[in-house]
């Protein structure tokens, strides 16, 4: 099978504010998304993620576990026709291609519960933020290319992946691009 390189805006840069909102969240003990009329979430996308029936030393890693089930929605989604077989949504948000900031929080509950009443037991919460939002129905999330053939004037292209200088010594990777077997 053919390579399909892709190119996607993002380190998501670490953002405080992000962060402090999303433990704010994740401090609710709720599994669930803000609902759509919350202005404080108005240009905010949200991953969650939760680890019943732990202990409160058993914390699942606060980024790699998450991440991982974020992006294990991969096999999922269909770029092509920009389709999800099941559930991508957080998929879609972590590799968005016009998300530049995230922010994360971490929460351990005796009791977590949703808005449907469903309760998970002695839960660990895993809380993401990102803005901008991914803009998931009908956009894709990056823009398919050749590595580095679409970095902004101004930026290095380093390993396949887009640079901005910042100075001298700190380079801060403003856009990725990686290979993705079609």
């Not at 670490?14 to 404080?40: G, I």
């Not at 005796?110 to 956009?139: L, M």
Request: hydrophobic share 35%; charged share 20%; with cysteine.
């Amino acid at each position: 099978m053919p390579f399909m390189y892709y190119i996607y805006v993002s380190i998501q840069v670490w953002d405080a504010d992000l962060a402090l909102s999303a433990q704010q969240w994740a401090d609710r003990c709720q599994n669930e998304h803000p609902v759509a009329r919350n202005r404080d979430y108005t240009n905010i996308g949200q991953n969650l993620f939760i680890k019943a029936d732990s202990s409160a030393a058993d914390p699942p890693s606060p980024v790699m576990t998450p991440v991982r089930s974020w992006n294990s929605q991969a096999k999922d989604y269909t770029y092509i026709n920009n389709s999800c077989a099941e559930n991508c949504a957080e998929y879609k948000q972590v590799i968005w291609a016009e998300t530049e900031k995230v922010g994360c929080g971490v929460k351990y509950c005796e009791v977590a519960s949703t808005r449907s009443g469903t309760a998970y037991q002695n839960a660990w919460i895993v809380v993401c933020n990102y803005s901008p939002r991914a803009d998931v129905i009908g956009a894709k999330p990056y823009i398919a290319g050749v590595p580095c053939s679409n970095c902004p004037s101004g930026m290095l292209c380093r390993n396949n992946v887009c640079y901005i200088l910042f100075s001298r010594f700190r380079m801060v990777r403003r856009e990725k691009l990686t290979t993705r077997i079609a």
